[in-house]
Antibody
Framework: QVQLQESGPGLVKPSETLSLTCIVSGASISSHYWTWIRQPPGEGLEYIGYIYYNGRTNYNPSLRSRVTISEDTSKNQISLKLSSLTAADTAVYYC????????????WGQGARVTVSS | EIVMTQSPVTLSVSPGERVTLSCRASQSIRNKLAWYQQKPDQPPRVLIYDASTRAPGIPARFSGSGSGTEFTLTISSLQSEDFAVYYCQQYNDWPLLFTFGPGTKVDIK
């Protein structure tokens, strides 16, 4: 059973950089696609980007200039950095796994709630 | 960019009723569509992928249909645990992008 656990600061100041980590168990991060998705309070889901084999990445064009997704294979974890934060970045951030060959999300973390406020 | 829309925004139904939710894509996405269910303070879970294939462990009362730009999720007899928000998601643009619809909330009449 694949499990994902996000962690990071719950409160970040405007203009700062958000850093989140997702620890994966039950699967090797080197063998699959992993994605970050966020959900502002009371709103829908927004794709942020993904990372796959050997650290290759793809980002949502609307966030590309501010996003970095990376991996640490020794710890079997992936990370998200989002810079130049504003209140609009307040959301629950989910780490998730994409099913090989089908491209939908088959496993989700519980989410990390992030508030951007001074 | 493919834009996904869903209707209705909210649906009020009674347990036992049949429910039909709609999802539309701004251009053809073939059958590259998934449906997710999300309950309060929980992550989404996949119900249907490839427009009509039930994900493992999903009850048979959930079914999906459609292709191209028009898709439907049907719940044959709504159970109390089915009150939730339902999202569709296209992955035809993969590996460049995938996008979600705005969701339909199914609540108790």
């Amino acid at each position: 059973q694949v499990q994902l656990q996000e962690s990071g600061p719950g409160l970040v100041k405007p203009s700062e950089t958000l850093s989140l980590t997702c620890i994966v168990s039950g699967a090797s991060i080197s063998s699959h696609y992993w994605t970050w998705i966020r959900q502002p309070p009371g709103e829908g889901l927004e794709y942020i980007g993904y990372i796959y084999y050997n650290g290759r990445t793809n980002y949502n064009p609307s966030l590309r200039s501010r996003v970095t997704i990376s991996e640490d294979t020794s710890k079997n974890q992936i990370s998200l950095k989002l810079s130049s934060l504003t209140a609009a970045d307040t959301a629950v951030y989910y780490c998730a796994k994409i099913r090989d060959g089908y491209n939908y999300v088959d496993y989700w973390g519980q989410g990390a709630r992030v508030t951007v406020s001074s | 960019e493919i834009v996904m829309t869903q209707s209705p925004v909210t649906l009020s139904v009674s347990p036992g009723e049949r429910v039909t939710l709609s999802c539309r894509a701004s251009q053809s996405i073939r059958n590259k569509l998934a449906w997710y269910q999300q309950k309060p303070d929980q992550p989404p879970r996949v119900l249907i992928y490839d427009a009509s294939t039930r994900a493992p462990g999903i009850p048979a009362r959930f079914s999906g249909s459609g292709s191209g730009t028009e898709f439907t999720l049907t719940i044959s007899s709504l159970q109390s645990e089915d009150f939730a928000v339902y999202y569709c998601q296209q992955y035809n643009d993969w590996p460049l992008l995938f996008t979600f619809g705005p969701g339909t909330k199914v609540d108790i009449k």
